[in-house]
């Protein structure tokens, strides 16, 4: 498929920087590959509000989407898969193919609490006291990452609490587009999110590593990535 384009979306209090090694071993195969700062987090950190909502997320994805001159391959981890669920949906003419990264896929009028209710007490004792709406950034070791050894100026940061309580619009079992589940090991509701993309037919794939994998231990990441971009007839010709 000439002119596909993977873009990969990041999770909630991350940004584009922990698709960086992802997207430069396949950018080093030839791939078309783009990583995105959704709204308030990466370089766009300077727009972090309570008031956005999963809708302005999926909006960042599909302005994305709309900047390819051909398809797009849709890469979302973890909060990310809920927004690209949400995105190739909208957009079913243009995205190729999806792959959710230890993330649950979006099921229609859930939220991704309702999906992940463990994370409610975490995110509630995470909440900001200085602007309510809020939540702290995630431990960097509660992620599996050593803050030491982070580039300057990476880690996590705040997050909008209200795109978590947004039930989603559409569903990832009725997508027209092929889709892919990898799942981390080491993450436990991992399991649970393979599980129902299996139940949609898809193909459920299975890597050693923490949440943060993606970042630690991109190549079997971008293997997968790469392989399922191939299937859809992408390949990149090297």
């Known amino acids: 498929m000439d ?12 940004g584009a920087w922990s698709w960086e090694p992802v997207k430069a071993q396949l950018q ?8 995105i700062d959704l709204k308030g987090f990466g370089t766009r950190a300077a727009e972090l509000s309570p008031e956005i909502r999963l809708a302005d997320h999926v909006g960042d994805v599909l302005a994305a989407i709309d900047a390819c001159e051909g398809s797009a391959l849709l890469v979302g981890h973890s909060y990310g898969a809920y927004v690209v669920s949400e995105a190739a949906a909208v957009r079913p003419d243009k995205v190729s193919g999806v792959i ?16 992940v209710p463990a994370l409610a007490p975490l995110f509630e004792s995470l909440a900001c006291q200085d602007v309510p709406g809020l939540i702290e950034a995630l431990p960097a070791d509660l992620l599996g990452l050593d803050p030491a050894r982070l580039p300057a100026g990476v880690a996590p940061t705040r997050s909008p609490f209200q795109p978590s309580l947004d039930p989603a619009q559409h569903d990832a079992s ?5 889709g892919l589940f990898i799942g981390f090991s080491d993450f436990a509701p991992s399991a649970d999110f393979g599980a129902t993309a299996s139940s949609f037919g898809w193909p459920v794939a299975t890597i050693e590593g923490g949440h943060m994998a993606l970042f630690l231990d991109p190549a079997p990441v971008a293997r997968a990535i790469d392989e399922f971009s191939r299937r859809l007839g992408a390949d990149p010709g090297r």
């Open 3 to 14: 002119g596909l384009t993977v873009i990969l979306v990041h999770g909630s209090g991350l």
């Open 100 to 115: 959710l990264v230890d993330g649950a896929p979006a099921r229609k009028g859930q939220s991704l609490l309702d999906q």
């Open 174 to 178: 009725a997508l027209a587009c092929p």
């Open 28 to 35: 080093s195969w030839g791939q078309a590959t783009s990583a």
